[in-house]
C-alpha cells in the first residue's frame, strides 16, 4: 500500500458524459501527478499540481481538466467522454517536485479504470 | 519525446542476471525506474541523477551514462518476484521536471 487513495476503482460510463476522478496523496506529499495509461501508449503523464499549483502539463487534453485542493487532494475531470479515453488512470504523488533526488520519488495509487461505452 | 527501452520482452529462469536499457535523444536529469506488476500500480525502484548513480535494491542496481544519455537497470539472481513490467523514466532539462516514461520492458521469470 503506497499510502495513495484513489476512487473510484472502476467507473463505466457512456461517450458524451463527464465524470470526475479523485486523488488524495501520502500524508506529507505536496505533488500531485494524474497518468493515463492505455494499451498502446504507455504511462502518459497529464498533469502535475504542487502545493495547490499547476507546475507542469503533459498530454493532457482540453476535455481533460484538474485541480489541487488546499487539503491537497486532487481531481481529474473528463468531459465530453469519447471510446478512446477508455483507460487506467493513475494518480501519484511525491514531497517534492524536483525531478530527481530524494523526495521527488512517486508513489502511485491503485488506479482508476474508465471503460467509456 | 519518450525513451526507448530494450528489450521489449525477455523471459528468464531464476537466478538469471537480465538487462534493461533506457535511452533518450535528449539530455538528461534524471531517470527512475518503476516496476508494474499486472493489475496493480507502478512501484518506485530507483532514481540516477547526473553525475551519480544510486542504488535502491539489494540485486537490482542501475547505471546512468550522461555522455550517451543511457541507462541500464541490473537484475541479478533473479527471482520470481522480479516478474513484471519495468518502466523507464526520464526527466529532461528544460522540461519542468515532468517524467515521461518509455513503453516498458516485460520480465518473466520462471521457475
Known amino acids: 500500500d503506497s499510502g495513495v487513495t484513489q476512487t473510484p476503482k472502476h467507473l463505466i460510463t457512456a461517450t458524451g458524459q463527464r465524470v470526475t476522478l479523485r486523488c488524495s496523496p501520502r500524508?506529507?506529499?505536496?505533488?500531485v501527478y494524474w497518468y493515463q495509461q492505455s494499451l498502446d501508449q504507455g504511462l502518459q503523464f497529464l498533469i502535475q499540481?504542487?502545493?495547490?499549483?499547476?507546475?507542469a502539463k503533459g498530454n493532457i487534453l482540453e476535455r481533460f481538466s484538474a485541480q489541487q485542493f488546499p487539503d491537497l487532494h486532487s481531481e481529474l475531470n473528463l468531459s465530453s467522454l469519447e471510446l478512446g479515453d477508455s483507460a487506467l488512470y493513475f494518480c501519484?504523488?511525491?514531497?517534492?517536485?524536483?525531478?530527481?533526488?530524494?523526495?521527488?520519488?512517486?508513489?502511485f495509487g491503485p488506479g482508476t479504470r474508465l471503460t467509456v461505452l | 519525446q519518450q525513451p526507448v527501452q530494450s528489450p521489449q520482452a525477455v523471459i528468464l529462469r531464476e537466478g538469471e542476471d537480465a538487462v534493461i536499457n533506457c535511452s533518450s535523444s535528449?539530455?538528461?536529469?534524471?531517470v527512475h525506474w518503476y516496476r508494474q506488476k499486472h493489475g496493480e500500480a507502478p512501484v518506485f525502484l530507483m532514481i540516477l541523477l547526473k553525475g551519480g548513480e544510486q542504488k535502491g535494491h539489494d540485486k537490482i542496481s542501475a547505471s546512468f551514462n550522461e555522455k550517451k544519455q543511457q541507462s541500464s537497470l541490473y537484475l541479478t539472481a533473479s527471482q520470481l518476484s522480479y516478474s513484471g513490467t519495468y518502466f523507464c523514466?526520464?526527466?529532461?532539462?528544460?522540461?519542468?521536471?515532468?517524467?515521461?516514461f518509455g513503453k516498458g520492458t516485460l520480465l518473466t521469470v520462471n521457475p
Open positions: 499540481y504542487y502545493n495547490g499549483e499547476e507546475r
Open positions: 535528449k539530455a538528461l536529469y534524471s
Open positions: 500524508s506529507g506529499d505536496l505533488s
Open positions: 523514466g526520464t526527466v529532461s532539462g528544460g522540461s519542468n521536471y515532468k517524467l515521461t
Open positions: 501519484a504523488s511525491s514531497v517534492g517536485y524536483s525531478g530527481g533526488g530524494p523526495g521527488s520519488e512517486q508513489f
